[in-house]
């Protein structure tokens, strides 16, 4: 098992912020965690990667504590942030070396510029980067170590068609090659193309767990998106 959360909650003060979430995560499976804004999902990501302190039965990646066995764990997870920030004045070459002195084994970064089209933008300034080409860093950061774990939050924001799809295909064939991913997103034809399964929070609680099927059926909806308004409590705002 990549990654096992059982019962994890965090509280903020007198404020529970999750509660008793438990989900796991096998070799090669994808589960979008899922809610409004405020619903707990960033809360549970920094929990399970020991960012931020939480309370739970089990916790685990590849068997071992993000807490207690940090340095060890991270060698082999990655992780791509909404908001990445970088040096000023950084290319991305210089960007990619720094990252690389972290971990004892990485992956060819010719062939992950190649693969994300970046290899043309290797002695340009990250600031001068589009958006979408920043992004695309940020994924092939987290991919540096040749992670068996990623966390994706909030993946394709703001990006084109064409910079989302090309995501999407590279990382669907990491996932044939046994990437285990936890993705946070508001886009429902992302979360339906990417996840295998799907976690819906409502103010840090677990409102669905299980597949997109399932998730449709199981509130009488006609799709993904109008289930995911009904278990989070959106569904008020659909025109």
Request: include cysteine; proline fraction near 2%; glycine fraction near 6%.
């Amino acid at each position: 098992m990549v990654l096992h959360v059982e019962n994890l909650s965090v509280t903020y003060g007198s404020k529970k912020v999750v509660n008793n979430v438990s989900f796991h995560l096998r070799s090669g499976e994808v589960i979008g965690i899922l809610g409004a804004n405020g619903a707990g999902k960033s809360s549970l990501i920094e929990a399970i990667l020991g960012i931020n302190p939480s309370n739970a039965e089990t916790l685990t990646i590849l068997g071992k504590s993000p807490v207690l066995q940090r340095k060890e764990v991270f060698q082999k997870v990655g992780v791509q942030f909404q908001q990445t920030n970088f040096q000023d004045k950084i290319t991305v070459k210089e960007a990619i070396e720094q990252f690389n002195s972290l971990y004892k084994q990485t992956m060819n970064i010719s062939t992950l510029l190649h693969v994300f089209e970046l290899q043309d933008k290797e002695y340009q300034l990250v600031s001068s980067l589009s958006g979408g080409e920043r992004q695309r860093l940020a994924v092939v950061l987290a991919l540096l170590p040749n992670p068996e774990l990623v966390f994706l939050d909030e993946l394709t924001t703001g990006l084109d068609t064409r910079a989302r799809h090309l995501l999407w295909k590279q990382l669907i064939q990491l996932k044939s090659n046994g990437l285990a991913i936890v993705l946070t997103s508001h886009y429902m034809d992302e979360v339906e193309t990417l996840c295998d399964r799907i976690i819906i929070l409502k103010k840090g609680t677990v409102m669905f767990d299980g597949t997109i099927t399932e998730a449709i059926q199981t509130s009488n909806k006609d799709s993904l998106e109008d289930a995911y308004l009904y278990y989070s409590g959106e569904e008020d705002v659909r025109l």
